[in-house]
């Protein structure tokens, strides 16, 4: 099972859900494969979050309209 126990997962989920100040977050590993640590999140909608994928494996969640998106990104490259 992965270590999701960076605070800052929590706190940009809130900001989306309950806040409304954020629209967006994506999830990835740093180090290892056994911790999950927040890599970025805004209020840019999709074409934000767009811009932040990278060749790796990545998890996103995503607010649109009045919907909630869970996005797995796989690169090509991995």
């Not at 999701?4 to 290892?32: C, F, K, M, N, Q």
Request: hydrophobic fraction near 40%.
């Amino acid at each position: 099972m992965c270590d999701l126990s960076d605070p800052r997962i929590v706190e940009a989920y809130t900001s989306i859900v309950e806040e409304g100040t954020a629209d967006w977050l994506l999830l990835g590993y740093h180090d290892t494969r056994d911790v999950i640590s927040l890599y970025f999140s805004g209020s840019g909608g999709l074409a934000e979050f767009r811009n932040h994928l990278s060749d790796e494996v990545l998890y996103g969640f995503v607010k649109v309209d009045d919907r909630f998106i869970l996005i797995t990104w796989v690169s090509e490259q991995v």
